[in-house]
């Protein structure tokens, strides 16, 4: 898997100010998330991940993203958990590329590792 290319993009709570550099498969997939917490009635951080292989060249675009992302949150939940250790597991056993690599190529996953919780800096020493 040394020649696999990870491509990716994000934005954070102020938004955007250039074009992602996946294209419309970004806008693709946040509108089926948007529509899928709308209609929760959730805000969330939403990470989306998506292997993609060699033989997969059906050239049907940001619809076959958009519609995969629709049916995904229509579907049962593969994982719940509120532990990104776990999510990290998950990552490993599931994909070929394992957690590592996510890891290390989404800014949001390391950026979730990383950041304290709020209770951290209301401890008195």
Excluded at 12 to 29: E, L, N
Excluded at 33 to 50: C, D, F, G, M, S
Aim: charged content about 30%; glycine content about 6%.
């Amino acid at each position: 898997m040394d020649n696999v290319v990870i491509e990716g993009d994000y934005e954070d709570y102020h938004g955007r100010t250039s074009y992602p550099s996946i294209g419309g498969c970004y806008y693709a997939s946040m509108l089926a998330t948007l529509e899928y917490l709308k209609r929760i009635k959730r805000q969330a951080t939403a990470i989306l991940l998506r292997e993609i292989y060699p033989g997969f060249k059906i050239p049907v675009g940001v619809w076959f993203v958009r519609e995969s992302v629709r049916a995904m949150f229509n579907s049962p939940p593969v994982l719940r958990t509120d532990s990104l250790d776990e999510v990290l597991e998950f990552l490993e056993k599931e994909t070929k590329l394992g957690s590592n690599r996510w890891f290390s190529s989404s800014v949001l996953l390391r950026r979730i590792r990383f950041t304290r919780p709020i209770d951290e800096f209301l401890k008195k020493d």
